[in-house]
T-cell receptor, first 111, second 116 residues
Framework: GQQVMQIPQYQHVQEGEDFTTYCNSS?????IQWYKQRPGGHPVFLIQ?????EVKKQKRLTFQFGEAKKNSSLHITATQTTDVGTYFC???????????FGTGTRLTIIP | DTAVSQTPKYLVTQMGNDKSIKCEQN?????MYWYKQDSKKFLKIMFS???????INETVPNRFSPKSPDKAHLNLHINSLELGDSAVYFC???????????????FGPGTRLTVL
């Protein structure tokens, strides 16, 4: 079945440093979504990427979808304490009803 | 005016008991889901309903039975609870479940189930 892996599993950064999480799918995806889950909270939708090679920005967050539509990345510039949480990618195969969530990257910020 | 709500928020029970978790969404969405998040934070889909019809049924023990009385509600009943059922259970909804922008998942606050 489809597998979606994220690396790293954990990341500790000093406040102000950059952070990147990578998402890799075992199959080609029709689209990919990113979610953020704050500690003790629930996943919240951030963005969806659909096109091969697509890049989208949200303030300090940059999302990228690979050319082959099998991988994606989320980059945060100059992290802040509010960025703490677990970041999930979620991919969907063509013609598949199911959204498969990645394994998540837990980001902690050292003030 | 909560979009996706779940009850209860916490559930502590003994092994072997039967329990239910309720979910309601007021977004007018057609599709609702149950996810299980274990202690390692892995988020796995369990079930999905579209307009009260079951469309996704992952490899989940028969002890778990979802029920959708209408498209705004999706409940989860668990029989003969086991220690391994301890997790956070999230309900979610989307406009529909077939991809595109309508696929965005709106999650409820979660129900933390602890089986002793």
């Amino acid at each position: 079945g489809q597998q979606v892996m994220q690396i790293p599993q954990y990341q500790h950064v000093q406040e102000g440093e950059d952070f990147t999480t990578y998402c890799n799918s075992s199959t080609t995806l029709s689209n990919i979504q990113w979610y953020k889950q704050r500690p003790g909270g629930h996943p919240v939708f951030l963005i969806q990427l659909v096109k091969s090679g697509e890049v989208k920005k949200q303030k300090r967050l940059t999302f990228q979808f690979g050319e082959a539509k099998k991988n994606s990345s989320l980059h945060i510039t100059a992290t802040q304490t509010t960025d703490v949480g677990t970041y999930f990618c979620a991919g969907r195969n063509f013609g598949n009803e199911k959204l498969t969530f990645g394994t998540g990257t837990r980001l902690t910020i050292i003030p | 005016d909560t979009a996706v709500s779940q009850t209860p928020k916490y559930l502590v029970t003994q092994m072997g008991n039967d329990k239910s978790i309720k979910c309601e969404q007021n977004l007018g969405h057609d599709t609702m889901y149950w996810y299980k998040q274990d202690s390692k934070k892995f988020l796995k889909i369990m079930f999905s309903y579209n307009n009260k019809e079951l469309i996704i049924n992952e490899t989940v023990p028969n002890r778990f039975s979802p029920k959708s009385p209408d498209k705004a509600h999706l409940n989860l009943h668990i029989n003969s609870l086991e220690l391994g059922d301890s997790a956070v259970y999230f309900c979610a909804s989307s406009i529909r479940g077939s991809g595109g922008a309508a696929d965005t998942q709106y999650f409820g606050p979660g129900t933390r189930l602890t089986v002793l």
